[in-house]
């Protein structure tokens, strides 16, 4: 991912002291305000990374000398009545139980409460699509914890997709984007995939479409001001609308999407009691018997995760599995599902998906990849047999006998009881919270 | 001439390669007019030499050859010329040959070097601006207009504009060498953050973090049956760029194992009275463009696309020579076959 060097700033773009960790009036310190860098640049100018940048601890001296700063900005700009643009930033403060790590956040873009919220506008803004008739928000649906219900998603102009559409409750802390694109590392990066791509069309946009975005973005009521404090500088022209900033503005939105609050969370907090056969399918979900937590074991209950640990940011799990879904034949899977391979063209990576995350699992069907398992009892039936079998039909085949498939699929001997205490745990793991909390909800209805 | 040719720049040319040094001994009107298309398009155009001498004085000062190299693209109209394309006619491309018209056309070209007569490789630094870096440039043959109005953009840009440190005679030079690539330390970054031609959304190819070295989109008559779900598109697409990439999640960096540069090495002893020219036949010289067989339509790089099975070939990939990039002289909008370059008609003297 490349992110601006001096040398590559666009040359509309002014610094701006918005992005520098400081307080706002009235509201400062305490909590954790943490800004954490992870920028690698590009280009020799910048080949030296980035040092990590922690910007407000609370009990710092630091801390104490912006609060000392800020209160006398405060006193300035109650006798002075001037900034049409407010230079400071209020950084966002995450909320997280402390089982969850510190998430990591790219320097070049931190995240501010400005930012997030022009970004929920964005995410939502059905303009941003060649016809007008869907945003971001139309495959990741707040009610369905932010994936959309069918098994492939459906682009703009009605082109269908070959995947399912992930959820993205806790994108913040995953470190390869998509089902199975080790390419793809930022969700700057990622999102230009749905608003740009041809193959298959998802919004749809092209070049000179943006540009009638720009004008209407430049003529609408709210996005002037909403882009000037994001972003700290003045928007009225057109070309001022920055496919960069749309970008950045997303991904911040984005990346406050948390999942923290299921049942689960509850219970490891105190404040809820799991019954027997949720304990039980806890149990059973962390044992070497049922295995599920090789690959669903980190705190967001998947594999990859990336996270500061106080000290560095750690990267762990960035693996691709396959779990024998099918096996055409040569351990093929279908056309524009075939996983890694697709990347890489090494057989062994045929069928090879990420192991995604099974927080609010239970409001997410249909499942794997490609939606073409409906249920979760028949997910957890394809572990159990290790494979999924596929009698007839065009994708006919033994998926236990994929010869990629991983060693960690072999047969489980569960019980129909223990398969159903693990359904049981699964299905603690929805977040009322994050298909409630309005401060992720569509704010044009 | 009709007037939606795509490149007006190019309507009058009669030469894409012109070593400036030496247009004075060719000075027909025809050249005359490119030199002032150039300028009015604000492309870097050095003044026009009176004659040799002159100009050869001027570099002894500067120990530097300022060298343009213009591309063409051509396909076969349907007067069975071999014609410079627009985004306004049909052409007979693909096997079997079936009606298409243009709907992208846009390159990268980067690693530029001019032969030498002893066998060295010159590097050619680019003079920035708008369609260059020093290390990079974009062609851009399309003019957003008609059927290009969809995929491609208003901007245009034929010519490569270049310096050569030293002094160097036009009987020194023998060829050019280029690849159809971004160079790798630029090609990842973010279109949205960087400076032109770097910053054209279109080119990038965000699925791969990284960007589309060639876009060629071309689109057939009749549709393009995808026969894996029998469903019609309407384009039929080349996207070239590196593939297997993978990313590093700390960092951003990314690597990939198919780099996928169309290594180009022309030469020719009058290389420089021709233009660089792109046959569209002979990159659809073995591609079906009525049909896809699989994956993206046409060829999208992926390794497993059997469509690229012939697109690769003949842009080289394959580890072969590429067969679409060539020398040519183009008169009036077509491919000169004549085996000598045209003589000019007469000089033009004070």
């Given at each position: 991912?490349?992110?601006?060097?001096?040398?590559?700033?666009?040359?509309?773009?002014?610094?701006?002291?918005?992005?520098?960790?400081?307080?706002?009036?009235?509201?400062?310190?305490?909590?954790?305000?943490?800004?954490?860098?992870?920028?690698?640049?590009?280009?020799?100018?910048?080949?030296?990374?980035?040092?990590?940048?922690?910007?407000?601890?609370?009990?710092?001296?630091?801390?104490?000398?912006?609060?000392?700063?800020?209160?006398?900005?405060?006193?300035?700009?109650?006798?002075?009545?001037?900034?049409?643009?407010?230079?400071?930033?209020?950084?966002?403060?995450?909320?997280?139980?402390?089982?969850?790590?510190?998430?990591?956040?790219?320097?070049?873009?931190?995240?501010?409460?400005?930012?997030?919220?022009?970004?929920?506008?964005?995410?939502?803004?059905?303009?941003?699509?060649?016809?007008?008739?869907?945003?971001?928000?139309?495959?990741?649906?707040?009610?369905?914890?932010?994936?959309?219900?069918?098994?492939?998603?459906?682009?703009?102009?009605?082109?269908?997709?070959?995947?399912?559409?992930?959820?993205?409750?806790?994108?913040?802390?995953?470190?390869?984007?998509?089902?199975?694109?080790?390419?793809?590392?930022?969700?700057?990066?990622?999102?230009?995939t749905p608003l740009f791509g041809e193959h298959p069309i998802e919004l749809g946009l092209t070049d000179q479409h943006f540009a009638k975005i720009q004008m209407d973005f430049a003529n609408d009521d709210k996005y002037p001001a909403l882009f000037a404090k994001a972003f700290g500088r003045h928007y009225q022209k057109p070309q001022d609308f920055t496919i960069q900033d749309i970008a950045q503005a997303i991904a911040s939105f984005e990346r406050t999407i948390v999942s923290t609050d299921s049942k689960y969370d509850?219970?490891?907090?105190?404040?809820?009691?799991?019954?027997?056969?949720?304990?039980?399918?806890m149990q059973l979900f962390f044992s070497e018997k049922a295995e599920c937590f090789h690959c669903h074991g980190s705190i967001n209950f998947n594999e990859q995760l990336k996270y500061f640990d106080g000290k560095k940011v750690q990267i762990s799990g960035v693996h691709f599995h396959n779990t024998g879904l099918y096996n055409l034949g040569d351990g093929d899977y279908p056309q524009d599902g075939q996983g890694v391979f697709e990347f890489s063209q090494k057989p062994m990576d045929k069928g090879k998906f990420k192991a995604p995350s099974l927080r609010n699992v239970a409001l997410t069907a249909p499942y794997n990849h490609d939606g073409s398992v409906a249920t979760l009892e028949?997910?957890?039936?394809?572990?159990?047999?290790?494979?999924?079998?596929?009698?007839?039909?065009?994708?006919?085949?033994?998926?236990?006998?994929?010869?990629?498939?991983?060693?960690?699929?072999?047969?489980?001997?569960?019980?129909?009881?223990?398969?159903?205490?693990?359904?049981?745990?699964?299905?603690?793991?929805?977040?009322?919270?994050?298909?409630?909390?309005?401060?992720?909800?569509?704010?044009?209805? | 001439m009709r007037g939606n040719h795509i490149f007006s720049a190019i309507k009058f040319s009669v030469a894409m390669v012109s070593l400036w040094a030496m247009t004075a001994q060719a000075h027909t009107q025809q050249q005359t007019k490119q030199l002032h298309v150039e300028q009015d398009s604000q492309t870097i155009s050095p003044q026009v030499p009176t004659h040799t001498a002159t100009y050869q004085k001027t570099i002894t000062k500067t120990h530097s050859t300022p060298i343009s190299l213009r591309f063409n693209a051509i396909a076969q109209n349907s007067d069975g010329k071999m014609s410079v394309v627009n985004c306004h006619d049909h052409y007979w491309l693909g096997n079997p040959k079936s009606q298409a018209k243009i709907a992208d056309l846009r390159f990268y070209i980067s690693n530029v070097h001019i032969l030498t007569k002893d066998g060295k490789k010159v590097p050619l630094n680019l003079q920035e601006n708008d369609h260059q870096q020093s290390d990079v440039a974009l062609i851009d043959l399309e003019n957003g207009e008609e059927n290009c109005a969809e995929r491609g953009n208003g901007d245009t840009n034929a010519v490569l504009q270049g310096v050569l440190q030293g002094k160097y005679r036009q009987s020194d030079l023998v060829g050019v060498a280029f690849e159809v690539a971004v160079p790798t330390a630029k090609n990842h970054s973010l279109f949205s953050a960087v400076d032109t031609p770097l910053n054209v959304q279109a080119m990038s190819w965000a699925w791969l973090s990284g960007r589309k070295f060639m876009k060629i989109e071309i689109a057939p008559k009749d549709k393009v049956h995808n026969l894996s779900d029998d469903t019609y598109a309407p384009l039929y697409n080349v996207h070239i760029g590196r593939t297997a990439c993978t990313g590093e999640p700390a960092t951003g960096e990314i690597a990939c194992a198919n780099d996928n540069r169309i290594a180009v090495n022309l030469q020719d002893p009058n290389w420089y009275k021709k233009t660089i020219v792109l046959d569209l036949n002979a990159l659809f010289a073995q591609s079906d463009i009525r049909q896809n067989q699989t994956g993206a339509v046409g060829c999208m790089s992926a390794p497993n696309d059997t469509d690229c099975v012939g697109i690769f070939d003949t842009t080289g990939l394959t580890g072969n020579a590429q067969q679409i990039f060539s020398l040519a002289m183009v008169n009036d909008g077509v491919l000169d076959k004549s085996p000598s370059p045209k003589k000019p008609q007469k000089k033009h003297h004070k």
């Amino acid at each position: 991912m490349a992110y601006w060097t001096k040398a590559h700033r666009p040359k509309n773009h002014k610094k701006s002291t918005i992005n520098k960790p400081t307080g706002q009036c009235g509201r400062i310190l305490g909590g954790r305000i943490v800004d954490l860098g992870i920028g690698q640049k590009m280009g020799k100018k910048t080949t030296k990374p980035k040092a990590y940048t922690l910007g407000l601890l609370p009990h710092s001296d630091e801390a104490l000398l912006v609060l000392v700063l800020v209160l006398s900005a405060c006193a300035l700009f109650s006798t002075i009545a001037i900034a049409k643009i407010n230079p400071i930033a209020q950084h966002w403060r995450w909320q997280l139980p402390p089982t969850f790590p510190t998430p990591v956040v790219p320097a070049d873009n931190p995240l501010t409460i400005a930012k997030v919220e022009l970004g929920r506008y964005l995410f939502y803004d059905k303009r941003l699509s060649i016809d007008g008739r869907s945003s971001c928000g139309s495959c990741h649906i707040q009610a369905l914890a932010f994936s959309d219900g069918r098994a492939n998603a459906i682009g703009t102009t009605g082109e269908s997709h070959s995947k399912n559409t992930p959820s993205l409750a806790n994108v913040v802390y995953v470190p390869t984007l998509n089902w199975a694109n080790p390419a793809v590392v930022s969700l700057e990066t990622q999102l230009l995939t749905p608003l740009f791509g041809e193959h298959p069309i998802e919004l749809g946009l092209t070049d000179q479409h943006f540009a009638k975005i720009q004008m209407d973005f430049a003529n609408d009521d709210k996005y002037p001001a909403l882009f000037a404090k994001a972003f700290g500088r003045h928007y009225q022209k057109p070309q001022d609308f920055t496919i960069q900033d749309i970008a950045q503005a997303i991904a911040s939105f984005e990346r406050t999407i948390v999942s923290t609050d299921s049942k689960y969370d509850q219970y490891l907090a105190g404040k809820a009691i799991l019954n027997e056969s949720e304990k039980r399918g806890m149990q059973l979900f962390f044992s070497e018997k049922a295995e599920c937590f090789h690959c669903h074991g980190s705190i967001n209950f998947n594999e990859q995760l990336k996270y500061f640990d106080g000290k560095k940011v750690q990267i762990s799990g960035v693996h691709f599995h396959n779990t024998g879904l099918y096996n055409l034949g040569d351990g093929d899977y279908p056309q524009d599902g075939q996983g890694v391979f697709e990347f890489s063209q090494k057989p062994m990576d045929k069928g090879k998906f990420k192991a995604p995350s099974l927080r609010n699992v239970a409001l997410t069907a249909p499942y794997n990849h490609d939606g073409s398992v409906a249920t979760l009892e028949q997910v957890l039936q394809n572990y159990v047999q290790g494979g999924r079998i596929i009698a007839d039909g065009k994708y006919a085949g033994d998926g236990r006998k994929n010869p990629h498939k991983s060693d960690l699929i072999t047969q489980i001997n569960l019980s129909p009881q223990e398969q159903a205490d693990i359904i049981a745990f699964l299905n603690t793991l929805s977040d009322e919270m994050l298909i409630n909390n309005p401060n992720y909800a569509d704010p044009f209805q | 001439m009709r007037g939606n040719h795509i490149f007006s720049a190019i309507k009058f040319s009669v030469a894409m390669v012109s070593l400036w040094a030496m247009t004075a001994q060719a000075h027909t009107q025809q050249q005359t007019k490119q030199l002032h298309v150039e300028q009015d398009s604000q492309t870097i155009s050095p003044q026009v030499p009176t004659h040799t001498a002159t100009y050869q004085k001027t570099i002894t000062k500067t120990h530097s050859t300022p060298i343009s190299l213009r591309f063409n693209a051509i396909a076969q109209n349907s007067d069975g010329k071999m014609s410079v394309v627009n985004c306004h006619d049909h052409y007979w491309l693909g096997n079997p040959k079936s009606q298409a018209k243009i709907a992208d056309l846009r390159f990268y070209i980067s690693n530029v070097h001019i032969l030498t007569k002893d066998g060295k490789k010159v590097p050619l630094n680019l003079q920035e601006n708008d369609h260059q870096q020093s290390d990079v440039a974009l062609i851009d043959l399309e003019n957003g207009e008609e059927n290009c109005a969809e995929r491609g953009n208003g901007d245009t840009n034929a010519v490569l504009q270049g310096v050569l440190q030293g002094k160097y005679r036009q009987s020194d030079l023998v060829g050019v060498a280029f690849e159809v690539a971004v160079p790798t330390a630029k090609n990842h970054s973010l279109f949205s953050a960087v400076d032109t031609p770097l910053n054209v959304q279109a080119m990038s190819w965000a699925w791969l973090s990284g960007r589309k070295f060639m876009k060629i989109e071309i689109a057939p008559k009749d549709k393009v049956h995808n026969l894996s779900d029998d469903t019609y598109a309407p384009l039929y697409n080349v996207h070239i760029g590196r593939t297997a990439c993978t990313g590093e999640p700390a960092t951003g960096e990314i690597a990939c194992a198919n780099d996928n540069r169309i290594a180009v090495n022309l030469q020719d002893p009058n290389w420089y009275k021709k233009t660089i020219v792109l046959d569209l036949n002979a990159l659809f010289a073995q591609s079906d463009i009525r049909q896809n067989q699989t994956g993206a339509v046409g060829c999208m790089s992926a390794p497993n696309d059997t469509d690229c099975v012939g697109i690769f070939d003949t842009t080289g990939l394959t580890g072969n020579a590429q067969q679409i990039f060539s020398l040519a002289m183009v008169n009036d909008g077509v491919l000169d076959k004549s085996p000598s370059p045209k003589k000019p008609q007469k000089k033009h003297h004070k």
